[in-house]
């Protein structure tokens, strides 16, 4: 019998990887689209950031669904989003309108990784395929 801390462990670790894996197969199916959109914003290296964004959404993400290393694997993407935040959303370098949305998305980003670190430390409990404990 499932308990409500195990549901509630179960639709956050869905909604968190559907979250990345969506686009991330978009990035993939849209390729070299991302590094086009990558250099625009200017970083260094647009074709490794795609590179990294591309596997990240779409080699990391699915062990975490399907329940597997998932400790591991969280804090990893919480550190990837961290990063990857501070690349692509430079907000205090834009002017209205785009700063609004970037803004935006900034903050909402900080708090999907607060949301991998909070799975990172719960873990699955007795959903996980294989317990990371």
Avoid at 44 to 65: K, R, Y
Wanted: proline share 8%.
């Amino acid at each position: 019998m499932m308990s409500g801390r195990n549901v509630e462990l179960l639709a956050g670790w869905i909604l968190i990887t559907l979250f990345f894996l969506r686009p991330g197969i978009q990035k993939l199916l849209g390729w070299p689209g991302i590094v086009h959109v990558v250099a625009h914003d200017g970083p260094p290296f647009p074709l490794f950031g795609g590179i990294i964004a591309v596997l990240c959404e779409t080699v990391v993400i699915p062990p975490i669904l399907l329940g597997v290393l998932v400790r591991p694997l969280t804090l990893f993407m919480a550190i990837y989003t961290v990063g990857i935040n501070s690349v692509a959303l430079r907000y205090w370098q834009m002017h209205p309108p785009a700063s609004l949305a970037a803004h935006l998305n900034f903050y909402k980003n900080l708090a999907i990784a607060g949301g991998l670190l909070a799975l990172s430390r719960a873990g699955l409990g007795r959903l996980a395929l294989r317990a990371d404990e």
